[in-house]
């Protein structure tokens, strides 16, 4: 069996998963509230194949969801969800993740049944423009997380030249 440098391996995941971008630990007190969070700059238009937070830190009991946003500076686009807000995320464990559907914007994010294990299929979506300026966030749709810690990852393609995405947080 052949053994890979691993270059080769990172490079292979970029050809068949996207591009991985990640945030750093975030507080969801603070990032999980009823006002927007900007994760990622996105530069020109890309197709996001994976977004998802994973729970690092547990978080308690309490009544926030979490939906993902699109915004745009350059052309001027007012905030757009990129799905609805998912159930709950009171007593998610660490290794559970609220994942991104894509397809259809009504379509909620959805909390993983198990910790580790992504358990429905996704769509893609498009967002950006030729030599755009945006950002993709978070938001609570219901109410403010009190504790726990996520951390964001964004798995995309370019689509423009010269498009990518850089961690904000």
């Known amino acids: 069996m052949a053994n890979y440098n691993p270059s080769t391996i990172a490079r292979i995941g970029d050809l068949l998963n996207g591009i991985r971008v990640s945030t ?4 969801a007190e603070t990032y999980i509230h009823q006002n927007q969070s900007e994760l990622f700059n996105v530069y020109g238009r890309i197709k996001i ?3 998802f937070a994973e729970v690092t830190e547990a978080i308690s009991n309490n009544a926030a969801t979490v939906l993902y946003n ?11 969800p990129l799905c609805a807000a998912c159930a709950s995320v009171a ?14 914007v009504a379509t909620a994010a959805v909390i993983t049944a198990t910790p580790g294990i ?21 938001l ?21 030249d010269g498009a990518y995405v850089t961690a904000i947080v």
């Open 49 to 51: 194949h994976e977004l």
């Open 70 to 80: 699109f915004t745009s500076t350059t052309p001027s686009i007012s905030v757009q």
């Open 118 to 138: 992504t358990d429905v299929a996704r769509s893609s979506q498009i967002v950006g423009t030729d030599g755009g300026v945006a950002t993709i966030g978070m």
């Open 24 to 27: 750093g630990a975030l507080a």
């Open 91 to 104: 007593q998610l464990a660490v290794g559970e993740r609220i994942a991104w559907l894509g397809g259809a």
């Open 140 to 160: 609570s749709g219901s109410a403010d997380c009190t504790d726990g810690t996520v951390k964001v990852t964004i798995c995309y393609t370019p689509l423009s």
